[in-house]
């Protein structure tokens, strides 16, 4: 087989621009001169295929190889791991098809580009970026049948339709093997975690980190409630507690694996709410609920300050049932180690608020009248932003006793800085508040925008209790939500609020609810879901892999069996050639109007017969036959139009009833 | 290759594969004579599935799975395109032309395709590792031809034996193939050797001395028409006047007839004695002379055109072999 007669520009062409779409997406996490290299590259191969030229030589593409691993090992300081890896892999393909010379390079090229697709559902797996990726595998297989087409340049529809069809006739197969492969419940391997960059909560809250985060409308978990959806007050969403103080920052305290516990210890004090929590991956440990939980999921547990946490990274779609008592009594008795680690301060920070909390505490050492003159002052003389002004190192100083504007970080940390110094055990609780009901699904929807910072202070005889400033600046960031106390933020939130009829509202709840079934369906089909699916469908109750296996061999065997004898028929089928088909149609025409041809009637005859008994139509009908005519019989130079021509003529051809 | 050397090998796949003795025209290519088996493309794209089912099962990537189990679908369905782009064609084989050795005899197949579209057909003979190929695509209810060329490198007949007829259309992961056999053969001549110079007008051996005058308008004589005269020669009007189909004879007489004679080239080896005589013959074609063929066993009278040329150059082709 000529291998070089393949490598045609269009054929180039055509696989560069799958490449470029299936590269584009990374393209914002990749450093800019790999994407330049790239850009460059690809432009280079079409300039040598355009004009005909010699790839190359292999010594320039060593050079420019080493040049761009070494550049990769300066950018990420190592060879090894996901990101790196992928932009290596990204650069490398792109010098392959610079200096590609035959068909099997271009196969291969082509292959890894479905490891480039599948690289991509690494930082995302959402329903768009499956239907893009969807869009990049047909341009890949339409690329694909281009190269295997020898000696005839194929036209645009016969490399997207026959990709489309082969990919069609490929669903059900897939759906077959998705649903029915036999799933496993971890990886088959850990690899090192990586944390990707995605945003939400960390263990450390410097202010300004939670009103970035505000900005963000991205899901962090779904939640069905058994019953109503609780007051917008209740719903604190339990996350990082954040216990040490480091002058300008607030961390999380290391977590004892031995203090750990399945169960938490308090007083519950109204009945429990029960609810599902679906949580979006976020490579972090905790997982969220209301607070107080009940019992902690499978593979959970509690740490001393009420927090939940997976043992494992939540890295992929997690669900898990909680029960939680929103009224409860916790933490009745304080270890003096517990006492003094809630009492902790970093010594040198913030000499003005020290001052002040001494001068609180020598006016009524009383904690409560501490914390209600504290809270009537915030609320006096503060206000709540999502823009607060940028803060310096004595941060709590800073925005007590200059600048006044904040966001809930701001109080948070602030307030618990001056129980802290008045003595009183503090610390600052992260989180989300609230969350916003989608009228579809009736689930309760909690993004980044809902992340929240408040403060829980231990006083005797009463526990640890929730006191959150912000509710003192602004009670209607609690009460009704961010939108209500701010305004919205954001260009999509200040369009729906523009939008009176709800329309926008409706379009992104019917949205939302196509997204949460996507995650429970697809995303989140795992080996639970695989068994509840073979329950649901089949009725086998704890099908192991065996059953499963069972039912997957069945299915390939039913659903490719028919999808291959549809496809096969086509074959099967006997067709007249497409003039022969045309020809028909307008004698089908003609005899609607009355006017069949006979069996012996050849072309002409039949015109001419035509055009007796309809004189209207001759002028319209004559070139129609003639073209026939010519097309059937006349030499292929002499022909006057070509078969699809007349087709179209013909499709254009309206008889009409009799004048 | 003849069947003698045929190695076990071949045998084998002859079995297997059902060589059959040459087949009557028009051969459809049905379920039970179309084999199919992927290529190394093919492999090497079931390897790339593997890699990414333990991608996605390692990182637990729904969408991985997704596209993994997407690309299988899409190779099985593969397998069905591929099958169905060869399936039901009908086969008959083309005219071979004679040609002169050293030259590339082309074998024609025609193939006629009943149902929808057919692209990137192709051919090449069955037991030969890396011959020609030739390709074609046939659209819809059409047909279309596929050209062998292979190489005549000795005079004689040359048969292109089992032909293969196979696709990896549309996506190259499998190679289908159907092995015709329509005993397809092209006559070579041998090489005109134009070291043979001028044609041997031996004076003394044509008897009185008459020298033939090339080209002479001059008529000589009637003789009654024999095939492969050409029509120029006829005498139309003779035939007008009844007098049956006559043939008119300029400049050479009867008497000055020119004999190309194998063995008046004594002393030479058999093949440059066929090639020098290959090249009279035609040098006597273009120059519209009448000639006589003497080979050991077989003398073809005197006589000119395209006909008695063929006839001479296939004697020649011919000489020697146990075949007709």
């Known amino acids: ?81 996901r990101e790196v890896g992928v932009t290596l892999l990204i650069a490398m393909l792109c010098l392959k098809v610079l200096e590609m010379r035959t068909r099997r390079d271009a196969v291969l090229a082509i292959f890894l580009g479905f490891f480039l697709a599948m690289t991509n559902f690494f930082y995302s797996q ?89 900005q963000s409308e991205a899901v962090v978990f779904r939640v069905d409630f058994d019953g109503p959806v609780p007051q917008n007050e209740d719903l604190y969403w339990r996350g990082p507690v954040l216990g040490l103080h480091f002058g300008r920052s607030w961390r999380a305290a290391f977590v004892d694996p031995r203090a750990a516990s399945a169960n938490l210890d308090y007083q519950p004090q109204s009945p429990p709410v029960h609810y599902r929590v679906t949580l979006q991956p976020h490579n972090k440990p905790w997982l969220f609920a209301l607070d107080m939980p009940v019992r902690a999921p499978d593979d959970a547990f509690f740490t001393p300050d009420f927090q939940m946490r997976s043992r494992t990274l939540v890295g992929s779609l997690r669900s898990y049932p909680m029960a939680s008592h929103l ?53 006096r003389e503060f206000d709540y932003t999502v823009e607060p002004p940028k803060l ?178 086509r074959a099967y089928r006997r067709r007249q050639p497409p003039l022969i088909r045309s020809w028909n149609a307008l004698c089908e025409k003609l005899a609607k109007a009355g006017l069949p041809r006979a069996p012996h009637e050849a072309p002409l005859d039949y015109l001419a017969r035509i055009e007796a008994a309809r004189p209207d139509l001759a002028f319209r009908l004559r070139p129609l036959v003639d073209a026939y005519v010519a097309l059937r019989y006349a030499p292929q130079d002499q022909q006057p139009v070509d078969v699809t021509a007349f087709g179209a003529m013909v499709g254009e051809f309206r008889a009409g009833r009799a004048a | 290759m003849s069947s003698q050397t045929l190695s076990l090998r071949q045998r084998v796949s002859d079995w297997i594969f059902r060589a059959r003795e040459p087949e009557i025209p028009p051969v459809t290519l049905v379920q039970r004579r179309i084999f199919i088996l992927p290529t190394r493309t093919g492999y090497f794209f079931g390897l790339v599935l593997i890699l990414l089912l333990i991608a996605s099962i390692n990182y ?18 593969a397998m069905l395109h591929t099958f169905r782009n060869i399936a039901r064609l009908s086969l008959s084989p083309g005219r071979v032309e004679p040609v002169f050795a050293g030259e590339t005899a082309r074998f024609p197949i025609v193939v006629a395709n009943p149902a929808v579209a057919r692209f990137a057909l192709a051919m090449r003979r069955a037991r030969v590792v890396a011959g020609e190929t030739c390709h074609a695509d046939v659209e819809e209810g059409r047909h279309a031809t596929l050209v062998l060329p292979v190489f005549a490198e000795r005079r004689g007949l040359l048969a292109c034996g089992r032909l293969e007829i196979y696709t990896e259309y549309p996506v190259g992961l499998f190679h289908a193939w159907s092995y015709v056999d329509f005993g397809m053969r092209a006559l070579v001549y041998p090489a005109p050797d134009p070291g043979a110079g001028a ?105 000119a055109g395209a006909l008695h040329r063929d006839r001479c150059l296939e004697a020649l082709a011919l000489y020697g072999s146990s075949s007709p």
Not at chain 1, 333 to 345: D, F, K, P
Not at chain 1, 457 to 479: C, M, Q, Y
Not at chain 2, 60 to 77: D, E, P, Q, R, V
């Open chain 1, 392 to 569: 310096g190192v004595n941060a709590v100083d800073e925005f007590l006793f200059d600048t006044k504007k904040g966001f809930c970080e701001h109080y948070a940390g602030s307030f618990v800085f001056l129980m802290r110094a008045a003595g009183i055990p503090a610390r600052v609780v992260t989180g989300y508040q609230g969350g916003e009901v989608n009228p579809i699904t009736r689930q309760l929807v909690v993004r980044q925008a809902e992340a929240h910072a408040w403060a829980e202070v231990w006083l005797e005889g009463l526990g640890w209790l929730r006191a959150d400033p912000t509710f003192a600046v602004s009670p209607l960031r609690i009460n009704r939500g961010m939108t209500a106390a701010l305004g919205p933020i954001g260009v999509l939130n200040t369009l729906m609020e523009a939008d009176g009829l709800g329309v926008l509202k409706q379009i992104a709840f019917s949205w939302d609810a196509l997204n949460n079934q996507w995650n429970q369906w697809v995303i989140g089909f795992n080996a639970d879901r695989q068994r509840l699916a073979m329950d649901m469908f089949f009725g086998v109750k704890e099908a192991d892999w065996r059953d499963i296996a069972k039912h997957l061999l069945l299915g390939v065997f039913l659903v490719g069996g028919t999808a291959g004898t549809l496809v096969l028929l």
């Open chain 2, 199 to 303: 044609l041997p007008l031996d004076l003394s051996a044509s008897g009185d001395g008459n020298i033939p005058i090339r080209g002479d308008e001059e008529f000589q004589s009637l003789r009654a028409y024999r095939p492969g005269d050409t029509p120029r020669q006829i005498a139309w009007k003779a035939l007008a006047r009844e007098q049956g189909l006559l043939v008119k004879e300029f400049g050479a007489t009867a008497s000055s007839d020119l004999w190309l004679d194998f063995d008046a080239l004594g002393g030479m080896p058999v093949e440059q004695r066929l090639s020098r005589l290959t090249w009279w013959v035609l040098e006597a074609e273009r120059a519209q002379l009448p000639y006589g063929m003497k080979l050991p066993g077989l003398t073809l009278k005197p006589a």
């Open chain 2, 60 to 77: 637990s990537l729904s969408l991985g799975f997704l596209l993994t189990f997407l690309l299988a679908g899409m190779g099985g369905m």
């Open chain 1, 327 to 379: 009224r409860f009594k916790a933490g009745s008795v304080l270890t003096s180690a517990e006492r003094r680690q809630n009492l902790q301060l970093a010594q040198g920070f913030n000499p003005r608020a020290r001052r002040y909390a001494e001068q609180l505490l020598a006016e009524d050492p009383d904690p409560k009248v501490i914390i209600e003159k504290l809270m009537a002052r915030y609320n």
């Open chain 1, 126 to 214: 959402t329903l768009l970026m499956g239907v893009y990726m969807l869009g990049c595998v047909w341009l890949y297989v339409a690329t694909l049948i281009g190269f295997n087409r020898i000696g005839s340049e194929p036209s645009l529809r016969e490399r997207v339709a026959p990709a489309f069809w082969l990919l069609v006739q490929a669903i059900p197969l897939m759906l077959v093997l998705f649903f029915l492969f036999p799933r496993l419940s971890g990886p088959l391997w850990r690899m090192p975690s990586e944390d990707s960059a995605a945003t939400g909560l960390s263990d450390e809250m410097t202010p300004g980190d939670i009103s970035k985060l505000s």
């Open chain 1, 1 to 81: 087989m000529n291998t070089q007669a393949v490598l045609t520009l269009s054929n180039i062409t055509w696989l560069l621009a799958a490449m470029a779409f299936v590269i584009a997406p990374h393209a914002a996490r990749m450093p800019l001169w790999v994407s330049a290299v790239c850009l460059g590259a690809g432009a280079a191969r079409w300039w040598i295929a355009r004009h005909a030229w010699r790839t190359p030589p292999w010594w320039v593409m060593a050079l420019i190889a080493i040049g761009i691993a070494a550049g990769a090992r300066l950018e990420y300081g190592r060879l090894l791991g």
